[in-house]
């Protein structure tokens, strides 16, 4: 085991002010009725900045400025134009990457390699992808004259703060939408940031509005009779209120909710190939992943191996400070998820399985959860059911295709799966039969801006990314 | 010689590839015949029957599915003169049978046209093709009896869904004819499943039915009922068809976006390498 000295990013790369207002109609602005809430670092609980609440007042300023923008200036410029200011925040998200990915671990918790590596380049790069639509829509396979739908209601979460803005934004202005967005309380830095990259950009005025705030926020802002769609990434338990409140409107809307997706090992697969897979399926963004591969199946005959290689490699994980280059798994975004993550795998200890971590020593201060699996898990535990979003790792045995099939898809969640094995008509009979909007086979947690991504069942409807991206914000 | 006596024809549900009365026993009179009244447990059987029918209808091949509604449309030109004896204007049964046969044939096309290879970033192999979500309730519209029931059945089944259909409460003897077509057309028992009855009484029980997939609204004209639906429908996030304009013509091309909404998208990634 090699001894690591520490190898931290230097957070003096970003200016976090005090205190930050709304971004409506192109500028900073206080809220009308004062409120503010904080937002801290959780791998130290340190306060990063203080941060406007957005109110029903505030929302409705921000509905109308997007409104006008999008009468006025967004929706009649030529898609060659609009495809330009998109080209240039992409530039810009580019040039300022390492700015965005400190400050995305800092709000987040998550390791900077992450950050870094994978959050930020995808996030330029979504942008790089859906500017290039801007001006080719009628040849997306939508009619000859797609047209868009007006004012969006965008509301995202903590896990991926700038990458899902990316994935609801880019989109969006792409097709000549204008947006209110609703970054999550816990992580609303980076969009901060972005609303300060849209004014370098000299994006105009209203085309991008960031209402800050928690759950209220969002209900006032998709609720508002002003906005045309409604675009949501967080809960199911959220998405069933949201898909209520448009009931009976003409708003059009998208939900990317949950997920307990299995991750399926055939007893050809090769072992250490599969095992980081799954360490990267479920201990990713500290699991922080509706997509997370949170359900591992394995083939009854190599379950010993697998398990054996997977502590093994767990033990080499190392947990702590986001901002060390070294990190594999950082902070749990904020003490009510970890809350949730210790209630869920008490749960699963209670109900009978039987649970290990790897030696690992955790900081004093701020959120942690050690990497964490259960074996001995049956379907009917809570653990196998129910979303945990931490590093948390169920682990069920099967013997025959059927029967991996049968339990990978009784859940009422259909987001993603994996697929191990060396037997190519294996895979691709099996991804016939999972029911999930991603299939990875021999890999997992991949994502590209031209390939779409979405659930089935209560996972939600709609897709980002790729061309299909494009048409949650047309009118078709 | 005394004149023949005409054998008249008992007008029931259509559940599973069978023609059942209402578990109920109710009918009620409508179009001079006495129809069958279907009830919440009709509803709730005609589910199971259409989620039995999911597995083999959406497993079949593209080109098969192709076939059969071809067959269909074949069966529904044979019998155009009793859609016409039951008040279909002509023109309406010509435009039916021309509808089904161009939903037919996108049985085989519409994964190429609306799926395709993804040109991601990496050494992977990245493809998106459409899938059928499962089992999609379907209130149809009131009126054109015929031309509006083809129209949002077809598209729903053509891609590998089963339906239940809430039929024209005031025009349903067209609807139990084209279930007498549908019967006839090699369509597996349970791919459709016809109700007849009141629409306020069994589109609840869709709307709210747990194992139903995606509900189309197309035929609900009052706002209220479509809303109440639509939230019954989030229960279980149901994809939702929302209820078709007034003025809607079911002449006009239209598109694909019945047919995609009744779709996931599934996107498969696989590593290139030596």
Redesign the interface.
């Known amino acids: 085991m090699f001894e690591y000295a520490p190898a931290p990013e230097s957070r003096s790369v970003v200016d976090i002010k005090p205190a930050y207002g709304l971004f409506v109609d192109g500028t900073f602005v206080d809220p009308v009725d004062g409120g503010s809430f904080k937002s801290i670092n959780p791998a130290s609980e340190e306060v990063l900045a203080e941060i406007a609440e957005g109110g029903a007042q505030d929302v409705d300023r921000a509905v109308r400025a997007a409104r006008t923008a999008y009468e006025k200036v967004w929706g009649p410029m030529p898609g060659r134009d609009r495809a330009k200011y998109l080209f240039r925040i992409a530039r810009i998200i580019q040039e300022r990457s390492r700015e965005l990915a400190v400050l995305e671990s800092l709000d987040n918790g998550k390791p900077i390699k992450e950050s870094r590596d994978v959050d930020i380049p995808l996030v330029a790069a979504h942008f790089f992808y859906y500017a290039g639509w801007a001006d080719k829509l009628p040849y997306a396979g939508f009619g000859p004259d797609p047209k868009p739908l007006g004012v969006a209601a965008q509301v995202i979460p903590w896990n991926f703060p700038l990458l899902m803005l990316a994935w609801k934004i880019a989109p969006a202005l792409a097709a000549g939408n204008t947006v209110v967005l609703k970054p999550a309380e816990t992580t609303p830095l980076t969009a901060l940031l972005f609303a300060e990259i849209c004014q370098q950009a000299d994006l105009p005025a209203g085309v991008v509005n960031i209402v800050t705030g928690a759950g209220e926020t969002g209900r006032a802002l998709v609720e508002h009779p002003g906005v045309d769609k409604v675009a949501f990434t967080g809960s199911t338990e959220v998405g069933r209120a949201i898909a209520r409140a448009v009931a009976g409107t003409r708003k059009k809307l998208t939900l990317e909710l949950g997920g307990k997706a299995a991750n399926i090992v055939f007893d050809d697969a090769p072992i250490d190939q599969a095992v980081e897979g799954i360490v990267n399926g479920i201990f990713f963004n500290q699991g922080h992943v509706c997509c997370a591969g949170s359900r591992l199946l394995i083939q009854e005959s190599v379950a010993d191996r697998v398990l054996e290689s997977l502590k093994r490699r767990m033990a080499q994980l190392r947990v702590g400070d986001p901002l060390d280059k070294n990190t594999d798994i950082g902070a749990i975004n904020s003490a009510a998820q970890l809350a949730r993550i210790r209630e869920l795998s008490d749960a699963g200890s209670a109900e009978g399985a039987e649970r290990w971590s790897p030696p690992c020593e955790l900081p004093e201060r701020g959120f942690w959860f050690a990497p964490t699996i259960f074996t001995g898990v049956t379907q009917a535990h809570r653990i196998a059911r129910e979303e945990i979003f931490g590093p948390v790792l169920s682990v069920l045995t099967f013997r025959t295709p059927a029967e991996a099939v049968e339990k990978a898809n009784n859940t009422p969640y259909g987001l993603s799966a994996g697929i191990w094995t060396d037997k190519g008509s294996r895979i691709l009979w099996m991804a016939d039969r999972l029911r999930a909007g991603v299939v990875w086979a021999n890999t997992f947690n991949k994502f590209d801006p031209t390939s779409p991504f979405g659930g089935y069942k209560e996972s939600g409807y709609g897709r980002e990314g790729g061309r299909h991206g494009l048409e949650a914000y047309l009118n078709v | 010689m005394s004149e023949r006596v005409a054998v008249r024809k008992t007008y029931k549900l259509f559940i599973g590839g069978k023609f059942p009365r209402s578990e109920s026993g109710r009918s009620y009179l409508v179009q001079d015949a006495n129809v069958s009244l279907a009830s919440r447990k009709d509803a709730r059987d005609a589910v199971v029957a259409a989620r039995a029918a999911v597995k083999g209808w959406a497993g079949a091949t593209a080109y098969n599915r192709g076939q059969i509604l071809y067959r269909a449309a074949e069966m529904l030109e044979g019998r155009r003169e009793q859609f016409v004896a039951l008040g279909v204007p002509g023109d309406e049964v010509d435009a039916a049978v021309d509808r089904w046969v161009w939903y037919a044939g996108w049985s085989d096309k519409l994964a190429q046209?609306?799926g395709?290879a993804?040109?991601?970033?990496?050494p992977?192999f990245?493809l998106?093709a459409p899938e059928p979500?499962g089992v999609v309730a379907v209130v149809a519209p009131e009126r054109p009896a015929l031309l509006g029931l083809v129209s949002v059945i077809a598209p729903a089944i053509v891609t590998g869904n089963t339906v239940v259909v809430a039929t024209s409460p005031t025009e349903p003897l067209a609807a139990v004819t084209l279930a007498e077509v549908l019967a006839t057309s090699d369509l597996p028992g349970g791919v459709v499943n016809l109700l007849t009855g009141r629409i306020t009484e069994t589109a609840p029980t869709l709307a709210a039915h747990m194992d139903v997939?995606a509900i189309d609204l197309t035929g609900v004209t009052d706002?209220?009922l479509?809303?109440?639906l639509?939230?019954k429908?989030?229960?279980?996030?149901k994809?939702v068809l929302?209820p078709a304009p007034a003025d809607h013509d079911w002449f006009a091309d239209p598109?694909l976006?019945r047919m995609?909404t009744l779709l996931?998208?599934?996107?498969?990634?696989?590593?290139k390498g030596v």
């Open positions: 046209v609306y395709g993804n040109p991601v970033a990496g992977y990245n998106s979500t997939n706002a209220e479509a809303a109440d639509e939230v429908a989030a229960a279980n996030l994809r929302r598109g976006g995609t996931e998208t599934k996107t498969v990634w696989h590593p």
